[in-house]
């Protein structure tokens, strides 16, 4: 079975910074979807174990908080300068990756219950239809970042000046701290 090591999520301005940060999100997001694929693959054929268990949890927390910060991060900062660009071609291209984030969500609405059931042990859900609503998902996933990667980053990264980007990456990181201490005071 591949290696379910899910990666640690990285810290805007620590461990990089603005679109830096933005590709090594893009980095994590296609692990962790080879993961999530591998965990689907897995349970379809051995069923659950502790290591999907554990797998299951940690690709829950990733997606629910880690994958929609991304998500956040491009709506604020990365595509508002294309949209008003006044380039039609980009504008309907940044468009398609808006609703794309709409699509990606109801995917990931559709697969969370199943992941979480996983992580705690259930075994209610047909696998074929998770492996299969997994890959759906990834399909979707890997073709988003490539537009992103090969039109939406490069031209925004041409509109950011010094002071946008500063400011991009102030927001990135206070936003991610007002949740993890909402996160901290639910626990405690
Ligand atoms: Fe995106
Ligand atoms: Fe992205």
Sequence with gaps: MASLQIPTPAVPGVDSHGFEFLDTCHRDMAQNLVILQALAASIEADG??????????????????TARDHH????????PPLLTSGDEALV???ERLIQDHGWLEED????????????DGYQ?????EFRHAVEIFRSLYLDHIALE???AY???REQLDALALASM??????RRTRRSARSESRRS
């Design 48 to 65: 659950i174990s502790a290591e999907t268990q554990k797998a299951a949890r940690q690709l829950c927390v990733w997606f629910n908080e």
């Design 72 to 79: 956040q991060d491009e709506e604020k900062h990365v595509f």
């Design 92 to 94: 309907q291209q940044v």
């Design 108 to 119: 990931w609405i559709e697969i969370e219950p199943t992941l979480s059931a996983i992580a």
């Design 124 to 128: 209610w859900f047909e696998p074929a």
């Design 149 to 151: 990667e090969s039109l």
């Design 154 to 156: 490069p031209k925004a």
């Design 169 to 174: 990456q102030e927001e990135m990181m206070q």
